[in-house]
């Protein structure tokens, strides 16, 4: 039986991971979707004084576009409020819907895999399987996407599959 590799360990427990968090993603992604299609997302439209109509997507946003001057702030106050109502509509279908609990878990399975990724990274590898791992877990976390021709993607998957063929 061939020596423990703590870095194929953490290989194998970041692939886990990993793959959680890609599965959690997609689940939260559709629950968005239909969010957005049931509910839309929070915005207000605004009539500023010039005429012109100004969809706004945050309080921040029009705090930005109508200012704090007093000229503005009947305007601003109407706004804002209907901003909340909308907000709070997307809030209560978030939770009954399982957006909320949904973007929860992704986000702490993308933690995990992020620590479990930093831990790899600073792990020996022992054999030529855990520095196969580690340039997997290169691969399929920094690469824009799957085959990408930028570099260094091609020559980082070269390296890979030489890898596995000696180790074969």
């Known amino acids: 039986m061939p020596p423990s590799d703590p870095a194929l360990a953490l ?4 692939c886990a991971a990993h793959k959680l968090t890609q599965r959690l993603c997609r689940r ?11 509910v839309g997302f929070p915005c207000v439209t605004v009539r500023l004084p010039e005429g012109e109509d100004v969809t706004i997507h945050s309080i921040e946003v029009l705090n930005e576009v109508l200012g704090k001057g007093p000229d503005m702030a009947a305007l601003r106050e109407n706004a804002e409020a209907d901003f909340a109502g ?3 509509r997307w809030d209560a279908a978030a939770e009954a819907t399982g957006y909320i609990a949904a973007l929860r878990a992704e986000r702490e399975a993308g933690e ?7 831990a790899l990274s600073t792990t020996r590898a022992t054999t030529l399987a855990g520095v196969a791992g580690k340039l997997d877990a290169v691969l399929r976390e920094g690469e824009a996407w799957e085959e990408c021709s930028d570099f260094p993607w091609p020559q980082i998957r070269s390296a890979l599959s030489d890898l596995v063929r000696i180790a074969r």
Do not use: K, N
Not at 11 to 14: A, P, Y
Not at 112 to 118: I, S, V
């Open 112 to 118: 995990r895999a992020a620590d479990l990724l930093e």
């Open 86 to 88: 909308y907000q709070a």
């Open 28 to 38: 939260q992604q559709r629950l968005e979707t239909r969010l957005v299609q049931s």
């Open 11 to 14: 290989w194998r427990e970041w």
